[in-house]
């Protein structure tokens, strides 16, 4: 069965520095998400991206935050300066259409730690 | 605003037992709901939704709207069970997490 998969399984990052979290989702997927969970809360919607475009972001994904799909497979989150809030595992997601019929498949997770 | 609830952040129950995980939500639209397990070390794998009323490992679920109730069942639960369970509500194009329940079954 296909899965969307990540890179790398884990990320240690001083402060500061910029963070490229790596995605490839599935391949007839159309929508791809970007998902965090800071340890022991909820996993928390992050930005939805669909069409070469952002098409829903959340609060939490401000201007230090941006997604790209540089190719035909891949899908990217950056971080440009990151906070030691930024420590989380992150999830990418991928699904074919929108609702019930579709649903979101996740990857392994991006354990990123930011000393 | 959208939540999903889930009371009980952990769950033990005897090999044998039936289980039920609670979930809860709050939405004014069409609700649409699924459930997410997570086997230890392991990704978010879609376990049920409630659109396709599915039987998957022996686990059910059905939506009560006037209860505002997804709850995750199954009559015997088995030692392979343990796991993190997630209720999600969809809303727009994103999932609406629940803070999960971690379920261990006890031998």
């Known amino acids: 069965e296909p899965e969307v998969t990540q890179t790398p399984s884990h990320q240690v990052t001083q402060m500061g520095q910029e963070v490229i979290l790596r995605c490839v989702p599935i391949s007839n997927h159309l929508y791809f998400y970007w998902y965090r969970q800071i340890l022991g809360q909820k996993v928390e919607f992050l930005v939805s991206?669909?069409?070469?475009?952002?098409?829903?972001k959340s609060e939490i994904f401000d201007d230090q935050f941006s997604v790209e799909r540089p190719d035909g497979s891949n899908f990217t989150l950056k971080i440009r300066s990151t906070k030691l809030e930024d420590s989380a595992m992150y999830f990418c997601?991928?699904?074919f259409g929108q609702g019930g019929v579709q649903p979101q498949h996740f990857g392994d997770g991006t354990r990123l730690s930011i000393l | 605003a959208q939540r999903v609830t889930q009371p009980e952040k952990l769950l033990s129950v005897f090999k044998g037992a039936p289980v039920e995980l609670k979930c809860n939500y709050s939405?004014?639209?069409?609700?649409?709901l699924f459930w997410y397990v997570q086997y230890s070390r392991q990704r978010l794998q879609l376990l049920l939704r409630h659109i396709s009323r599915e039987s998957i490992k022996g686990f059910t679920a059905d939506l009560n709207k006037g209860e505002t109730s997804f709850h995750l069942k199954k009559p015997f639960a088995q030692e392979e069970d343990s796991a993190m369970y997630y209720c999600?509500?969809?809303?727009?194009?994103?999932?609406?997490f629940g803070q999960g329940t971690r379920l261990t079954i006890n031998p």
């Open positions: 999600a509500l969809r809303v727009a194009q994103k999932l609406v």
């Open positions: 991206f669909y069409n070469n475009e952002i098409s829903e």
């Open positions: 939405y004014s639209g069409s609700p649409e």
């Open positions: 997601a991928s699904s």
